[in-house]
């Protein structure tokens, strides 16, 4: 199946920098979300994106919906240790059919204290 | 507590069985899916169903079987035709099918075939 890139695939930084990530795709979506996911567990909703062009933040996490409707970001500032995990885009769009998403293949953060 | 619910967290298969992954939500959603997640690959749609009684195939269905008889309720059965099944198994819901519905994920269940 389809599948999104997401970039880069793992990246470690220092405790109190900021994180920037991205995906993109070759379809156009309606919808971006972005998770957390923990080891063994099961991804945590971090932030929903409906409308290009769009920022959203939660926290000291910020996402954007890219105005080609092809890509969407992610930053997290001021980075502490328990941002550590998978962070996974998924998108959503009338090419991917209306009912499910098309998940990214994760960036690694590992922060180092 | 509203949320998903998965069991078991662990699950060990001989070869040749079939194992039943459960999935229960209690967010009143109408949508349920299920997803098999493998290291450094998205993951990937197995089933989904939008109502009770109702379902499609995903992506990877072969070797699976689901069935949606109640509103909560969306089992997983991993049958012996599945050439691969070790994997950790994600279920979802969504408060309806279509665009414009976020997803919520369970814990997982992962499944190891000995």
């Known amino acids: 199946g389809q599948q999104l890139n997401q970039s880069p695939q793992s990246m470690f930084i220092q405790e109190g920098e900021d994180v920037s990530m991205n995906c993109t795709s070759s379809?156009?979506?309606?919808?971006w979300l972005w998770y957390k996911q923990d080891p063994g567990e099961g991804p945590v909703l971090l932030i929903a994106?409906?409308?290009?062009?769009e920022l959203t933040s939660n926290g000291r996490l910020t996402a954007q919906f890219g105005i080609t409707r092809k890509d969407s970001f992610l930053n997290i500032s001021a980075s502490i240790p328990s941002d550590v995990g998978i962070y996974f885009c998924?998108?959503?769009?009338?090419?991917?059919?209306?009912?499910?998403?098309?998940f990214g293949t994760g960036t690694r953060l590992k922060v180092l204290a | 507590d509203g949320g998903i619910t998965q069991s078991p967290k662990y699950l060990f298969r001989k070869e040749g069985q079939n194992v039943t992954l459960s999935c229960e939500q209690n967010?009143?959603?109408?949508?349920m899916y299920w997803y098999r997640q493998d290291p450094g690959q998205g993951l990937r749609l197995i089933y989904y169903?939008?109502?009770?009684?109702?379902?499609q195939k995903g992506d990877i269905a072969e070797g699976y079987s689901v069935s949606r008889e109640k509103k909560e309720s969306f089992p997983l059965t991993v049958t012996s035709a599945q050439k691969n099944p070790t994997a950790f198994y994600l279920c979802?819901?969504?408060?309806?099918?279509?665009?414009?519905?976020?997803?919520?994920f369970g814990p997982g269940t992962r499944l190891t075939v000995l």
């Open positions: 967010l009143n959603h109408d949508a």
């Open positions: 998924a998108g959503q769009g009338v090419t991917s059919g209306t009912y499910k998403y098309i």
């Open positions: 169903s939008q109502i009770v009684n109702d379902f």
């Open positions: 379809s156009i979506f309606n919808t």
């Open positions: 994106l409906y409308k290009a062009g």
């Open positions: 979802a819901s969504s408060s309806r099918a279509g665009l414009y519905n976020e997803q919520f």
